[in-house]
């Protein structure tokens, strides 16, 4: 047993505590016990924390507590019918320059299709053409790419400009156009587009043909058709004059993807683009 340790005695006198204690050893015994008390009392159990009160049934519950609001580093969720509200104005579009226009359709979330879109398809070509193409809405291949008019359908007019001397950008043996589409956004499963859609993208488009100020423009496809013309015709009876947008002349015809499926009406798209060189 060290110095340091206590070291228990039963009937040291005072002088053996008083030499225990200049060595450093301390010495203890135990109490004496108090009278009438010949058995050790019982353990008792650790003792329980006080169970919270029971409302009696004239006093309400406590209300729940409250969760705690969240902090700026874990932003509270936007509401859906908050995200689908269009950040911009029509008016707002309508001072817009290039980039501010590209930039306001990429951020764009004032319909359903922000949800299911890839990317943004805004348009691409000569902002300065004198020709302008409008078509109706991305299919997947334009959602992946981000371009309109592209895989077979692209391919097709391509050949259909090649062929009234024009390309997608001005080379030197080509005159460039510019292409854009009604809807900015993919409809899932290249549903047509709905009502809501095309009137929440025509801002967009509007602005398109502002700034590009086409001597031409040429509608393919009937949403494309009914959007700019505002008409319910379809488009066999639209076809073989001349229409207006905005004062633009504006020359009706099928939509490359349509001329795929029906190869017999190629020769009546080609009227059409006949026409459009005649203006």
Not at 26 to 31: Q, S
Not at 60 to 65: E, G, K, L, N, V
Not at 204 to 227: E, K, Y
Request: proline letters at 11%; hydrophobic letters at 40%; a neutral charge.
């Amino acid at each position: 047993m060290s110095a340091d340790d206590d070291t228990w005695v039963h009937g040291l006198d005072a002088r053996q505590r008083a030499m225990l204690a200049e060595m450093g050893v301390k010495v203890w015994a135990p109490k004496a016990a108090p009278v009438g008390a010949d058995a050790p009392a019982p353990a008792q159990a650790p003792a329980r924390a006080p169970a919270p009160p029971t409302p009696s049934a004239t006093e309400p519950a406590a209300p729940p507590a409250r969760p705690r609001p969240p902090t700026a580093s874990s932003p509270a969720p936007v509401p859906a019918e908050a995200a689908a509200r269009p950040h911009t104005s029509r008016a707002d579009v309508a001072a817009m320059d290039w980039p501010a226009l590209r930039e306001a359709v990429a951020q764009c979330r004032a319909c359903g299709l922000c949800q299911s879109r890839r990317n943004t398809v805004f348009g691409v070509g000569d902002t300065q053409a004198d020709w302008m193409i409008v078509g109706e809405a991305p299919g997947e291949n334009e959602d992946r790419q981000g371009e309109p008019f592209v895989g077979a359908a692209g391919q097709l007019l391509d050949a259909m400009l090649r062929a009234c001397g024009r390309a997608r950008t001005s080379e030197e043996t080509a005159r460039g156009v510019y292409i854009a589409n009604v809807l900015k956004c993919r409809p899932p499963a290249n549903r047509n587009p709905a009502p809501e859609e095309v009137q929440q993208c025509e801002p967009f488009l509007a602005r398109q043909v502002a700034l590009v100020q086409p001597r031409l423009i040429i509608a393919m496809g009937r949403f494309a058709v009914q959007s700019l013309l505002q008409t319910t015709e379809p488009i066999g009876r639209l076809r073989g004059r001349v229409h207006r947008y905005e004062g633009v002349p504006v020359i009706v015809t099928y939509h490359p993807a349509y001329l795929l499926r029906t190869p017999a009406d190629k020769a009546k798209a080609w009227a059409d683009l006949c026409l459009a060189m005649d203006q």
